[in-house]
């Protein structure tokens, strides 16, 4: 369980102790899980949380440093603030990995190695939640490796907000604001947030120098609005709108390159009504994600790609007995995609599917256990039929065990269908996987097991690779099978009062269907963080990373990318109670390490930034 104590005012927090640390990480309720709301001490599967005072201690900018902090997730980036990202959750790639913004999925057909996640911008979180294992049977297609839901916050009563301006090295300049507003009739919320930074040069060659290169500038501006309106005491209907767009350069002919930039406009749209009747809890909700991308600069491939994702659902929750519930739903979607080639040709491509699931869980005393099942009918593949078990048992209020199991599958993107770097292949056929993870929780102590096949990766090749003029490379399902396997460790302890100290280790094993170990996923990853209260209005705090072995080729070949640790640190000051500032230092002791080789990573950064709320 990855939580935190609070510390909204520091000196309070000098007073919590371990057990009132405890009691605090059993408020935390998680929906990502089953679809429904539930406490986190009664989730069976394998559940991460980065809190809102995470967010606000630690002041990452991004969702991806956020998910950085947690155990079995680390990524590659093609260099800096902006850059293509590739998330690894338990070695699987992003293909594998359903990412939910308030529920509603984020897709983007048009990136070869899934969602990229480099644009979405920490604006008003209020949590983050990482279900860990195959979670098809929830979820459906891409949560083979887990889900990632992005949870905001909602208005409180009465009229708020906050204006916040940041500046740092790179002449970085973030600035961002939040008005909201709540009474018995409605609330309404508005987020705005700007970030400018010339950044680094995206390629680099090992060791070189980046002040010696051209810069790769971004540029990136998030709005949202959330707001519900209450018919009565027990419905209301709910609606959000998120608007990100973003401009990033980057380089492809080399590190000196500035004609290439990715133009990215994404648009997510909600419409939701929720009923509460007798011991139902009816929701119905209509769900349309867009992202258009312009490639400036380029001369070949793709210029211009359109993505859009629609999907439309009903369910019920069904309460009984004291803590338990079935819950019903049903839904369809529709996933499109075209692209337009810097020379005017262009392709498209549809998936549509409809689809019906279950989820029950249970109480008995002081065993909870989770059956989810689920049926997808798809226009382009074989109908999937998909579950999950879990299972969690309480031995002490201290001590538990868990174990889950689960079947899941990958749609292949639509990009791998139309290929515009080969030939076309409409056949083929969805990645399936199983899963399963056990462990046990003593106090602030976790250890997991996890272990997942993989059958039909979806691969590229290129049966002719020394011709150059022969488009004849493909994406294609592979035969044979790929596994990951490995453990987590995490511990988060409270100590001499003032001090909480957050530890995390992961040990991974990822090899392909020729049992190869896979590319760019380091062995070990150990990540540490410390926290001091002990001075009144300042907090203190010390995190950082060790990247064992990795490897940029496959079977351990290549130029070795890891073997490095990277301190940071951050000084939170509370100047009044509406007022707070903060100096954060990344990579302080300046270490030089390339995650992919050819791209850089950041030097020593230094951020201040100041905060007014009302």
């Known amino acids: 369980m990855e939580n935190k104590k609070i510390t909204t005012s520091l000196v309070a927090g000098l007073l919590l102790a371990t057990n009132l640390f405890s009691q ?92 990229d996640i480099s644009s979405l911008m920490v604006t008003d979180i209020e949590r983050i939640e990482v279900i860990k294992g195959a979670q098809s049977g929830i979820w459906g297609a891409d949560a083979a490796a887990g889900v990632i839901n992005i949870i905001t916050k909602d208005a409180k009563d009465g009229f708020h907000g906050f204006v916040s301006t940041e500046v740092g090295s790179f002449d970085t300049h973030k600035f961002a604001t939040q008005l909201s507003y709540k009474n018995e009739d409605f609330d309404l919320k508005f987020d705005a947030q700007k970030i400018e930074s010339d950044s680094f040069s995206s390629q680099a060659i090992r060791n070189q120098y980046l002040d010696v290169l051209e810069n790769d500038e971004y540029d990136n501006t998030t709005l949202s609005l959330k707001g519900n309106y209450y018919i009565n005491d027990s419905a209301k209907l709910n609606f959000s709108v998120v608007d990100i767009d973003s401009l990033k350069a980057y380089d492809s002919s080399g590190p000196n390159d500035v004609l290439m930039k990715n133009d990215s406009n994404t648009k997510i749209y909600n419409l939701g009504f929720e009923q509460k009747y007798k011991n139902h809890n009816i929701s119905f909700s209509l769900e349309k994600t867009k992202t258009k991308r312009d490639q400036q600069g380029t001369t070949w491939g793709v210029k211009l790609t359109d993505n859009e994702t629609t999907n439309v659902e009903l369910s019920d929750t069904i309460s009984y007995f004291d803590n338990d519930f079935l819950l019903l739903g049903m839904g369809a979607g529709k996933d499109e995609m075209d692209y337009t080639k810097a020379d005017r040709t262009s392709n498209f491509a549809s998936n549509k599917t409809k689809y019906f699931y279950a989820t029950n869980s249970n109480s008995f005393g002081d065993l909870i256990l989770t059956e989810s099942l689920r049926y997808d009918a798809f226009d382009n593949f074989d109908n999937k039929l998909t579950g999950k078990v879990g299972a969690k048992y309480n031995l002490t209020s201290d001590f538990s065990l868990f174990a889950n199991a689960g079947t899941s599958y990958s749609v292949p993107l639509l990009i791998n269908n139309i290929n515009p770097w080969g030939s076309t292949n409409f056949n083929i056929e969805p990645e399936t996987s199983k899963s399963y993870d056990i462990g046990f929780e ?29 488009n004849d490379a493909i994406y294609i399902n592979q035969d044979g099978t790929s596994k990951f396997e490995g453990v987590e460790i995490s511990y988060k302890r409270n100590f001499l009062d003032d001090f909480l100290l957050s530890l995390s280790y992961t040990r991974l094993s990822a090899k392909n269907k020729d049992n190869q170990y896979l590319a760019r996923r380091p062995k070990d990853d150990f990540k540490f963080g410390l926290d001091y209260y002990g001075f009144k209005d300042l907090h203190l705090n010390i995190n950082g990373e060790y990247i064992g072995d990795r490897f940029e080729q496959l079977d351990k070949k290549g130029t070795q990318t890891g073997r490095y640790t990277v301190w940071n640190a951050v000084a939170n000051y509370t100047l009044t109670k509406d007022v707070t500032t903060f100096l954060k230092v990344e990579n302080m002791f300046d270490k030089y390490y390339q995650v992919v080789d050819g791209y850089a990573s950041s030097p020593r950064s230094v951020t201040v930034g100041l905060k007014y709320s009302f």
């Open 442 to 470: 003593y106090e602030d102590f976790k250890f997991t097991y996890f272990y997942q096949k993989v059958d039909d990766l979806i691969d590229w090749y290129d049966p002719t690779p020394l011709n150059y003029f022969n």
């Open 24 to 115: 605090e990480l059993s408020t935390i309720t998680i929906v990502s899980a089953t679809k429904s709301e539930q406490s986190i001490k009664d989730i069976t599967s394998n559940v991460d949380v980065i809190t809102k005072q995470d967010i606000e201690e630690r002041h990452f900018t991004s969702v991806i440093d956020a998910l950085n902090s947690l155990p079995g997730i680390t990524f590659t980036s093609n260099g800096g603030i902006g850059s293509t990202v590739s998330l690894n959750l338990r070695g699987s790639s992003n293909n594998r990995t359903l990412i939910l913004i308030d529920g509603v999925k984020f897709k983007d057909h048009s990136s070869i190695s899934g969602t």
